[in-house]
């Protein structure tokens, strides 16, 4: 069973940066795509930016675009979500997520997923 733990959340104020991170356990951790998804209150879940297993491929929403950069660290099981220029409307619970398969299409879609961590609240201030 892997298991993912996200750290970095925070309250800022609009136009402020912060940078989560998700470690996961599991010595396959390498050969994971990594996506992180976000759920605002009332709100379905978003997805945000995945990266596949080798850091070659990077996909990111649109809204999040020009703003949210993502990249691994595989030797210390990591993925991070850099996150600039934040807004009123990135507020949400950001969860990362691992597929075990390593695909590297289909990387929005949360249905690739296999695990997930709880999650950790962004607020951003306007």
């Known amino acids: 069973q892997v298991q993912l733990v996200e750290s970095g959340g925070g309250l800022v104020q609009a136009g402020d940066s912060l940078r989560l991170s998700c470690t996961a356990s599991?010595?396959?951790?390498?050969?994971?795509?990594l996506g992180w998804f976000r759920q605002a209150p009332g709100k379905e879940r978003e997805f945000v930016a995945a990266?596949?297993?080798?850091?070659?491929?990077?996909e990111l929403a649109d809204s999040v675009k020009g703003r949210f950069t993502i990249s691994r660290d595989n030797a210390k099981n990591t993925v991070y979500l850099q996150m600039n220029s934040l807004k009123a409307e990135d507020t949400a619970v950001y969860s990362c997520?691992?597929?075990?398969?390593?695909?590297?299409?289909?990387?929005?879609?949360?249905?690739?997923?296999?695990?997930w961590g709880r999650g950790t609240q962004v607020t951003v201030s306007s």
């Open positions: 599991g010595r396959t951790f390498s050969s994971y795509t």
């Open positions: 997520a691992a597929d075990k398969f390593g695909r590297s299409v289909g990387m929005g879609s949360p249905a690739r997923y296999d695990y």
């Open positions: 990266i596949n297993w080798s850091g070659g491929r990077t």
